[in-house]
């Protein structure tokens, strides 16, 4: 997969691919990110980007032509189509779904605004889909866009060192994760629970589906509302109420 971003922070967007799984993907070939800096399309003599918006308000707006100049360049970099997308609050929510259907496409190219955002022209004319990470304000899209790297990167096949880790990952079945122990046994804190040292195999998979069950009906009941439960899951999850409110 390749993924092009316009971003004013190259080095942000170079210096957070080159982390962990994604940084990985990257040396394995799997995934490549290149940056697109608008200021290098800029023709004025100072090379500007930003202007004031019409109507007052506070703060400055992108241009278009350095976008649109910037954009036309990521583009002809690479032959596969890419669909453009806008990093914005007014965009929709990102899921573990969407980074699903992302991390199948060949390409993408992510747009980071700064400032106060980017002219409308542009986005109508060039941006396919806005991507939202979050009901919050920003200072840019970078963030965002090193968000939807590493989440599509995780999922490039051959980026994890155990397949099934991006399979048990939260969100990936709907549920939050069950929660994970490791060494020492004992502990100040607590014990590891006894079923996860029983070797039975089978059982641990119960238990474990059971506690994300049931920590997605405590903690996100919202995610419980979209996902239809089979029998089992029913009956696991059933039991686990049961328990917490006995
Ligand atoms: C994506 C982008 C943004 C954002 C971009 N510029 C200011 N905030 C916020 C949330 N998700």
Same mark, same amino acid.
């Given at each position: 997969?390749?993924?092009?971003?316009? @971003?004013?922070?190259?080095?942000?967007?170079?210096? $957070?691919?080159? %982390?962990?799984?994604?940084?990985?993907?990257?040396?394995?070939?799997?995934?490549? =990110?290149?940056?697109?800096?608008?200021?290098?399309?800029? /023709?004025?003599?100072?090379?500007?980007? !930003?202007?004031?918006?019409?109507?007052?308000?506070?703060?400055? #707006?992108?241009?278009?032509?350095?976008?649109?100049?910037? +954009?036309?360049?990521?583009?002809?970099?690479?032959?596969?189509?890419?669909? =453009?997308?806008?990093?914005?609050?007014?965009?929709?929510? #990102? @899921?573990?779904?969407?980074?699903?259907?992302?991390?199948?496409? *060949?390409?993408?190219?992510?747009?980071?605004?700064?400032?106060?955002?980017?002219?409308?022209?542009?986005?109508?004319? &060039?941006?396919?889909?806005?991507? $939202?990470?979050?009901?919050?304000?920003?200072?840019?899209?970078?963030?965002?866009?090193?968000?939807?790297?590493?989440?599509?990167?995780?999922?490039?096949?051959?980026?994890?060192?155990?397949?099934?880790?991006? /399979?048990?990952?939260?969100?990936? !079945?709907?549920? %939050?994760?069950?929660?994970?122990? /490791?060494? *020492?046994? &004992?502990?100040?804190?607590? @014990?590891?629970?006894?079923? #996860?040292?029983?070797?039975?195999?089978?059982?641990?998979?119960?238990?474990?589906?059971?506690?994300?069950?049931?920590?997605?009906? +405590?903690?996100? *009941?919202?995610?419980?509302?979209?996902?239809?439960?089979?029998?089992?899951?029913?009956?696991? #999850?059933?039991?686990?109420?049961?328990?917490?409110?006995?």
């Amino acid at each position: 997969m390749r993924i092009d971003v316009v @971003t004013l922070f190259p080095d942000f967007i170079r210096q $957070s691919a080159e %982390l962990g799984v994604v940084g990985r993907a990257g040396e394995r070939g799997l995934m490549q =990110v290149a940056c697109w800096n608008p200021r290098d399309y800029a /023709t004025d003599n100072y090379r500007r980007v !930003d202007d004031r918006p019409f109507g007052g308000g506070p703060g400055m #707006l992108m241009l278009i032509d350095p976008l649109r100049a910037c +954009l036309a360049a990521a583009r002809q970099a690479a032959p596969e189509p890419a669909p =453009v997308i806008y990093l914005s609050p007014q965009g929709e929510r #990102l @899921t573990q779904r969407k980074v699903r259907q992302l991390a199948a496409l *060949p390409r993408l190219i992510l747009l980071c605004g700064r400032y106060e955002g980017i002219d409308e022209r542009l986005v109508a004319s &060039e941006v396919d889909e806005e991507l $939202s990470v979050g009901d919050y304000v920003l200072s840019g899209g970078e963030l965002g866009a090193a968000i939807v790297i590493d989440a599509v990167g995780r999922l490039q096949e051959g980026a994890l060192h155990h397949a099934e880790s991006a /399979t048990q990952d939260s969100f990936e !079945d709907g549920l %939050l994760d069950c929660p994970h122990y /490791t060494r *020492p046994v &004992e502990h100040e804190l607590g @014990t590891v629970p006894e079923v #996860l040292r029983s070797g039975d195999h089978a059982a641990i998979a119960r238990w474990r589906r059971q506690q994300a069950l049931g920590r997605t009906w +405590l903690r996100r *009941p919202d995610l419980l509302a979209r996902i239809s439960l089979s029998k089992a899951d029913q009956a696991l #999850l059933e039991a686990f109420r049961r328990d917490w409110l006995a």
